[in-house]
Nanobody
Framework: VQLQASGGGLVQAGGSLRLSCATS??????MGWFRQALGQEREFVVA????????YYADSVKGRFTISKDNAENTVYLQMDSLKPEDTAVYFC?????????????????WGQGTLVTVSS
């Protein structure tokens, strides 16, 4: 399984970015996005199931971030709006092979390389 995250960059506070995560050779219940700020632990952001598109959001991003999927392209997207400086982090996509406990890192067994998002104030 390979995961390729892209779309990060530098944006001003209040701006938007769209991240993509392309997968190959997958067999999974769904995909998640996590992020890790400098000096911080990696944290859950959002996840989505492949089957019916059920979504799970961290409270910190509800109403600002939107996850979506394209089953035909095996790609998951993360639309990030109203970005804040505290959203600055490396964002990782990952595969959830268990289909449960979506915010828990140990449920994910394949990870992309990460893409850096920097939000300036």
């Amino acid at each position: 399984v390979q995961l390729q995250a892209s779309g990060g960059g530098l944006v001003q506070a209040g701006g938007s970015l769209r991240l993509s995560c392309a997968t190959s050779g997958f067999s999974a219940y769904g995909m998640g996005w996590f992020r890790q700020a400098l000096g911080q632990e990696r944290e859950f952001v959002v996840a989505i199931t492949w089957s019916d598109g059920t979504k799970y959001y961290a409270d910190s991003v509800k109403g600002r971030f939107t996850i979506s999927k394209d089953n035909a392209e095996n790609t998951v997207y993360l639309q990030m709006d109203s970005l804040k400086p505290e959203d600055t982090a490396v964002y990782f996509c990952a595969r959830n092979r268990r289909g449960v406990s979506w915010p828990v890192m140990s449920m994910y067994d394949s990870w992309g390389q990460g893409t850096l998002v920097t939000v300036s104030s």
